[in-house]
């Protein structure tokens, strides 16, 4: 069956930078895009961008563009997002999902990884 | 950026009754809408993709219908495990866009 499993909860301090990890699954890694969603504590969902796992291409939002890096290795079916110069704003959980192309909406999601940036 | 608006923010509905929930887009997003549900501590769960195609493993009793810019999504008989929080999605333009979120809870 598909799985994500995402790392764990991190706690980091204003300006450094976090690394979630999600690690896939059930299904072949590279047949499918990633994409990266985060919530904020009691807030909605906000998009952030995906990464095709076979070539490697991102796609970024705007808001994010600059901060934030996708990154993939296929040979441990594993994506990463790394986003830097974090702010208390950043504090949420964020999460991966499988789409089936680019231009699709994720139907498999992992378990969230929450990232806490305080001082 | 396509802004996406639901209505009713939230809803009190009771176990039988049949629950609509409406999605507008600010543009022409054509069918390119998925419907969302998320429980508390938990990741979403996806109901509904291209606006009307129900996910496998999804129960009947939820549907979604509509183009362009506005969407439905319709629990015909609510169960007690449908009481959470619905959010729609739309992927057809970049950034993609989340609606505000639906809570339904027990009447």
């Known amino acids: 069956q598909v799985q994500l499993v995402q790392s764990g909860a991190e706690v980091k301090k204003p300006g450094a930078s976090v690394k979630v990890s999600c690690k896939a699954s059930?299904?072949?890694?590279?047949?499918?895009?990633m994409q990266w969603v985060r919530q904020a504590p009691g807030q909605g969902l906000e998009w952030m961008g995906w990464?095709?796992?076979?070539?490697?291409?991102?796609k970024y939002a705007q808001k994010f563009q600059g901060r934030v890096t996708m990154t993939r290795d296929p040979s441990i079916s594993t994506a990463h997002m790394e986003l830097n110069s974090l702010r208390s704003d950043d504090t949420a959980v964020y999460y991966c999902a499988r789409s089936y192309s680019e231009t699709s909406s994720g139907d498999y999601w992992g378990q969230g990884a929450l990232v806490t940036v305080s001082s | 950026d396509i802004q996406m608006t639901q209505s009713p923010a939230s809803l009190s509905a009771s176990v039988g009754d049949r629950v609509t929930i409406t999605c507008r887009a600010s543009?022409?997003?054509?069918?390119?809408l998925g419907w969302f549900q998320q429980k508390p501590g938990k990741a979403p769960k996806r109901l509904i993709y291209?606006?009307?195609s129900v996910q496998n493993g999804v129960p009947p009793r939820f549907s979604g219908s509509g183009a362009g810019t506005e969407f439905t999504l319709t629990i015909s008989s609510l169960q007690p495990e449908d009481f959470a929080t619905y959010y729609c999605?739309?992927?057809?333009?970049?950034?993609?866009?989340f609606g505000p979120g639906t809570k339904v809870d027990i009447k």
């Open positions: 999605l739309q992927h057809n333009t970049y950034p993609f866009t």
């Open positions: 990464i095709n796992p076979k070539s490697g291409d991102t």
């Open positions: 291209t606006a009307s």
């Open positions: 543009q022409d997003i054509r069918n390119d």
């Open positions: 059930g299904y072949t890694f590279t047949e499918y895009s």
